[in-house]
C-alpha cells in the first residue's frame, strides 16, 4: 500500500507564500511524474505543476513565474513553493504521484488526502 501525505496548507494573506510537501511511503518500487492539483469550489480539479522523475517540469500558465515545483527522489518528496499569493489560487490542493510498487509491472496514480490554501485579499 502506498500513501501520500501533504502538509504545509493554510491562510495566508495575498501577496505572501506557502510551501506544500507530499511524502510518499508504502511499498515503493519507484516514483515516475508527481504533481500538485488544485480544486476551488465550485469548480474542476486543474493541474498547477507537475515534475517527471528526470526533473522535467511543467506548470499551469496562471502559476508561472510564482510557483515552483521541486523533488527530492531521496525522501520521496515532492515540493511546491507558492510565492506572490493571490486570492484566486485559493483551493484544495492535492499531491499526486505515479509510482510503481513493489512487485507490479507497471505504476498507479496515487493522491493525497488534499490541504487547503486560503489567500486573503
Known amino acids: 500500500q502506498v500513501q501520500l501525505v501533504e502538509s504545509g496548507g493554510g491562510l495566508v494573506q495575498a501577496g505572501g507564500s506557502l510551501r506544500l510537501s507530499c511524502a510518499a511511503s508504502?511499498?515503493?518500487?519507484?516514483?515516475?511524474?508527481m504533481g500538485w492539483y488544485r480544486q476551488a469550489p465550485g469548480k474542476q480539479r486543474e493541474l498547477v505543476a507537475a515534475i517527471t522523475g528526470g526533473g522535467d517540469r511543467n506548470y499551469a500558465d496562471s502559476v508561472k513565474g510564482r510557483f515552483t515545483i521541486s523533488r527530492d527522489n531521496a525522501k520521496s518528496t515532492v515540493y511546491l513553493q507558492m510565492n506572490s499569493l493571490k486570492p484566486e489560487d485559493t483551493a484544495v490542493y492535492y499531491c499526486?504521484?505515479?509510482?510503481?510498487?513493489?512487485?507490479?509491472?507497471?505504476?498507479?496514480?496515487?493522491w493525497g488526502q488534499g490541504t487547503q490554501v486560503t489567500v486573503s485579499s
Open positions: 499526486n504521484a505515479v509510482i510503481r510498487t513493489t512487485g507490479s509491472v507497471r505504476g498507479n496514480d496515487y
Open positions: 508504502g511499498s515503493i518500487f519507484s516514483i515516475n511524474a
